[in-house]
């Protein structure tokens, strides 16, 4: 079956970029019409969709974050990575990629097919 797992580092000093990488297994991200995406969770606060990839490789991003965000694959490594410029201690999160069969921009609950996600922490 999919499995997704994140990976990146643990801690970033503000004004700095920001790289994850989601290494997907068991499916192509190229392949069927999937949504590879990016989601935070803030401590203590609800979910974030942060943008995807889509399998065709169009980008979608969310307004807040667009000026910051950058998503991209590689398709050799079926690999998908999220970039975010210029962060601050507002972007301690834990960050997951997740597979979605659709364009899903707003999170109650956890999308059910995600990584276990990775603790983010920005400071100084």
């Known amino acids: 079956q999919v499995q997704l797992q994140e990976s990146g580092p643990g801690l970033v000093k503000p004004s700095q970029t920001l790289s994850l990488t989601c290494t997907v297994s068991?499916?192509?991200?190229?392949?069927?019409?999937?949504?590879w995406t990016w989601i935070r969770q803030p401590p203590g606060k609800g979910l974030e969709w942060m943008g995807a990839i889509a399998s065709s490789g169009d980008t979608y991003y969310s307004p807040s974050l667009k000026s910051r965000t950058s998503i991209s694959r590689d398709t050799s490594k079926n690999q998908f990575t999220l970039q975010l410029s210029s962060v601050t201690p507002e972007d301690t999160a834990r960050y997951y990629c997740?597979?979605?069969?659709?364009?899903?921009?707003?999170?109650?609950?956890?999308?059910?097919?995600r990584g276990q996600g990775t603790r983010v922490t920005v400071s100084s």
């Open positions: 997740a597979r979605e069969v659709q364009l899903v921009r707003y999170y109650l609950s956890p999308p059910s097919l």
């Open positions: 068991g499916g192509s991200i190229t392949t069927n019409n999937y949504y």
